[in-house]
């Protein structure tokens, strides 16, 4: 074993690194300037870090360079979810700004865990070795653990962070036991070279190490994007958790666990195709039904949301069984307007709350719709284009994910995906109808904007709205992006 | 191959033995005298008073928690002090990048020091 | 003396029994920290799984992906102490049964 000095590219891994950077900031500014129920200067900062971190992807945007030995590229993919992972980053830090004091979490760590977690996204779409998947898997879990915990006091925030600790690492045990029996039956770590060993060794395609191997590492990344049959955790956690971290929870560890998931199945098991595409199929249609069905009964929005949030990981999968090049331009597509939508929803959700009162139930939106008239508008437009009603974002999205499935001549799929997306129509529309067609039973009284969450409405509207009007350029980029991935 | 066991084989049956001639031994020759105290399940020490299962101080689990996690960076520092000196040439920057690996944690030692983690009040 | 070599194949079916048994803990057992010694005994299989397989393959990426599992393990472990413990200040329970505030 030759040991050489691995080649060292500081510059591909430099949103990373400043993520990082401003984390620890964030950290000791916290501890050594703690100022109780004033400390939104600490989300200041860390939206600086963000931008900075943005700043810092234009650089390595059009290459394809790796870097420590293979273990890292900045490719199309990793940036394009890189920006993605920043967005919602940098919308969950708006919205914590006035939510964290409401709810006594506003202390460094909890800006900080927040960064750390977009490191381990960053991470994960970035890694092309197992090694650096399973880290960035991890650096983003555990500090999602913390967070889900972090109202120390609220026993459902507690519970929880108990229920996803467990469950997280059970799936973590399935994953790398997974990971093992891949290297041992290629014996690497680097996905391509996996990829290509694959390919010398056509006997391998029957070998029933490696098939296990991918089984389990269906079942590892089905828990962290939450498809049934491994979806238990998802509801129980998005209700405990802080609002701020249950849209985080929603939009980033998603599309972080569709980042790796495409990326490993994809770029090193893409000779399996024909055989996980059967259940992925499978996975596909009871994630989009059960998610849909399942929400349909909820009161508390915040529940409703975490089923739908099931149910649109079953349309990226549709996207995921297509395999087409439409197909996995769309999930990427799919998964940034899913970030604005979802982010929005939940931000409504916080801006009706107040401190020891959080009117999470739906029957709490009665008439909110004219008494504020703004929100009512902004909750309708994320709520249609979650449904998929044209011209928003949401029905872009899902356009293209079932065309691809047509496209790919999966034709039940793409008819079970709309039949589908028509059930969702009823329970998105429900908070619409409170909103604007029933009396309140109770007043709403004392509600506070908070300034950045108002900003991160707008943004999201804006984000909404600009996706479903000007598709073209974002899905060329997005087409452009998973050049050599395929 | 199996005669390389043999040895454990014959190992195995001089414990059992040893164990078993020193446990017939002691029951053969040895005199029992029982009293109150000998029949009672713990001969030593003294009955307890209250409660045996006590609470510990959170302090105790806090200090676990902190060891454990600075206890494991360990095993990062081993390979790299191996190898260490294979890096002709690159001393420095090897050199470099343990400062930065352990400047990081000083930075969340001196964290947990302003937390007051490490107080014992 | 000859010492007799062990195949690679039983130190794999070593680690796939101890994950077996971690699984079946994990999902049966009650104590939340027992549950989660059963998922340390699931990580602590593949390392077994990842040794053996960098040994027999002379590569060293396995106890390379060892050293991380380990540290992560201990991260893992130290998150799930401090949640065990929150989690016992608000409910004088850890029976995972016992922990269901929320339900569908």
Redesign the interface.
């Known amino acids: 074993m030759g040991i050489t000095v691995p080649q060292i590219n500081f510059s591909i891994i430099a949103p990373e690194l400043i993520i990082s950077a401003f984390a620890l900031v964030v950290l000791l500014l916290g501890v050594f300037f703690p100022r109780t129920g004033k400390n939104d200067y600490l989300g200041y900062v860390s939206l600086v870090g963000i931008v900075v971190a943005f700043l810092y992807t234009f650089p390595i945007m059009g290459k394809s360079q790796y870097a420590f030995n293979n273990m890292i590229v900045a490719d199309g993919f990793g940036v394009f979810f890189k920006v993605i992972f920043l967005i919602i980053a940098f919308l969950t830090v708006l919205i914590s700004i006035g939510y964290a004091r409401r709810v006594d979490i506003d202390f460094g760590e909890y800006y900080a865990l927040i960064m750390f977690a977009t490191l381990g996204m960053m991470l994960m779409a970035a890694g092309t070795s197992l090694i650096t998947i399973f880290l960035g898997l991890e650096t983003m879990s555990i500090a999602i653990y913390v967070l889900a915990g972090l109202m120390r006091g609220d026993r459902k925030s507690i519970e929880s962070a108990l229920k996803y600790f467990l469950l997280g690492a059970f799936a973590t045990g399935f994953l790398l036991y997974g990971m093992a029996l891949i290297y041992g039956s290629t014996g690497t770590i680097i996905l391509e070279e996996i990829a290509a060993y694959i390919k010398s060794k056509p006997e391998l395609l029957r070998s029933p190490m490696i098939i296990m191997g991918i089984a389990l590492l269906t079942i590892g990344f089905g828990f962290k994007v939450a498809t049934v049959p491994f979806h238990m955790w998802t509801p129980d956690v998005y209700e405990g958790a802080p609002t701020s971290i249950t849209a985080f929870m929603a939009t980033g560890v998603k599309a972080a666990g569709f980042a790796g998931f495409i990326r490993v199945f994809f770029s090193a098991l893409g000779a399996f195709q024909p055989d996980w595409i059967a259940i992925m199929w499978l996975l596909a249609v009871a994630t989009m039904t059960v998610g849909n069905v399942v929400a349909i009964a909820q009161t508390n929005i915040k529940r409703m949301l975490a089923y739908s949030s099931i149910a649109h990981a079953g349309y990226i999968l549709v996207a995921f069984v297509a395999g087409n090049e439409l197909g996995t331009a769309s999930i990427l597509f799919y998964l940034l307007v899913y970030a604005f939508m979802n982010i929005g929803a939940f931000t409504v959700v916080i801006l009706l709350g107040k401190r020891g009162e959080e009117n999470v139930l739906i029957s709490d939106y009665a008439g909110i719709g004219f008494k504020y008239p703004l929100l009512g508008a902004s909750m309708t437009i994320f709520m249609l284009s979650m449904a998929g009603i044209p011209p928003l974002g949401g029905f872009m999205g899902k356009f293209y994910i079932f065309s691809a499935a047509v496209k790919a001549e999966y034709y039940w799929l793409a008819v079970i995906g709309v039949l589908n997306s028509a059930i969702s129509v009823y329970y998105y529309l429900r908070v619409t109808v409170f909103m604007y067609f029933r009396e309140p039973e109770r007043e709403i009284t004392g509600l506070t904007f908070s300034p950045a969450s108002v900003v991160a409405v707008i943004i999201s509207v804006w984000g909404v709205l600009y996706m479903g009007i000007f598709p073209s350029d974002i899905l060329a980029l997005a087409q452009r992006s998973i050049t050599g991935l395929l | 191959?199996?005669?390389?066991?043999f040895?454990i084989l014959v190992y195995i049956l001089i414990a059992l033995g040893f164990a078993g001639f020193v446990i017939l031994a002691s029951h053969v020759v040895g005199q029992r005298k029982s009293t109150a105290t000998k029949l009672s399940p713990y001969e030593c020490g003294m009955p307890t008073i209250g409660p045996t299962l006590r609470r510990l101080p959170?302090r105790y689990?806090i200090i676990?928690?902190?060891f454990?996690?600075f206890?494991?960076?360990i095993?990062?520092i081993y390979?790299w002090a191996v190898?260490y000196r294979?890096?002709k040439g690159?001393g420095f920057?090897i050199l470099g990048e343990m400062l930065v690996f352990v400047g990081?944690l000083i930075?969340a030692y001196?964290?947990v020091w302003?937390?007051g983690a490490l107080e014992w009040e | 003396m000859i010492i007799p070599t062990v195949p690679p194949s039983c130190y794999l079916v070593l680690g796939a029994i101890l994950f077996t048994i971690g699984v079946i803990g994990a999902l049966t057992r009650r104590n939340a920290i027992v549950v989660f010694m059963c998922i340390e005994l699931m990580l602590n299989a593949v390392n077994v799984s990842f040794i053996t397989l960098s040994r027999f393959l002379n590569s060293p990426h396995g106890v390379m992906f060892v050293f991380f599992v380990m540290a992560v393990a201990a991260a893992e472990a130290a998150v799930g102490l401090a949640i065990f413990v929150q989690l016992y200040r608000t409910r004088e329970t850890i029976n995972v049964d016992e922990i269901n505030l929320m339900k569908w």
């Not at chain 2, 191959?1 to 066991?5: A, E, N, Q, S």
């Open positions: 191959m199996l005669y390389g066991y040895a959170i689990y676990a928690m902190l454990l996690v206890d494991i960076e095993v990062f390979p190898i294979s890096f690159f920057f990081i930075i001196i964290y302003r937390k």
